[in-house]
């Protein structure tokens, strides 16, 4: 058989069709067809072998390894031990737990009261955040924004003084009833009219 390859053609199980047809391979990982094209109806699916194949190693070929090799180089594994959180409290002082703020800064193993979420306990402090494992969850939180408080800006109102677009000159105004002296007359606005 050949060596099967993006653009080559396989059997497979149509998931549309539900027959073993002709199909065109689409993407391989590695050795291993893993999307195809059915030459048939033109249905995208993922690779399905022929029914009763399998690319799986079956039990037969899995005993035939010696047993002896695979307990010698094997190391002991460690088991997988699972605190509750009930235990992780156990031996901490919950009754002076400090409420969360954010601006407050925490350690490691410190418990925490929050509003929402309850007692907590600190697992792990990155910069400004907070890991904070409660009964139901884990909550990434931040602390430690205490800092000084920051001046407010001061708001200053708009003013009636028109200074007009900057690319265009100013003719001087003068106040009204002031006589031009250019003129020799009274200043005025033209008129719509």
Do not use: W
């Amino acid at each position: 058989m050949a060596t099967p390859k993006v653009g080559g053609e396989v059997d497979a199980q149509c998931t549309r069709c539900k027959m073993n047809l002709a199909h065109t391979i689409l993407a391989m990982v590695g050795p291993k067809i893993v999307r195809v094209r059915c030459n048939t109806c033109g249905g995208d699916h993922a690779f399905r072998g022929a029914a009763g194949v399998t690319d799986r190693p079956t039990k037969a070929s899995t005993t035939r390894a010696p047993r002896a090799a695979t307990s010698s180089s094997s190391t002991p594994r460690a088991e997988k031990v699972i605190i509750s959180f009930d235990e992780q409290l156990a031996g901490k002082d919950i009754a002076s737990a400090p409420k969360y703020s954010p601006k407050d800064t925490y350690k490691v193993d410190q418990v925490i009261h929050h509003p929402t979420f309850g007692v907590g306990l600190v697992t792990a402090v990155r910069g400004d955040k907070v890991d904070l494992t409660f009964r139901s969850d884990t909550k990434t939180l931040v602390h430690g924004r205490g800092g000084p408080a920051a001046e407010k800006p001061v708001f200053s109102p708009p003013t009636n003084k028109h200074t007009g677009p900057a690319d265009k000159p100013m003719a001087d105004t003068a106040p009204e009833g002031d006589v031009d002296a250019d003129a020799g007359a009274e200043t005025s606005l033209p008129s719509g009219d």
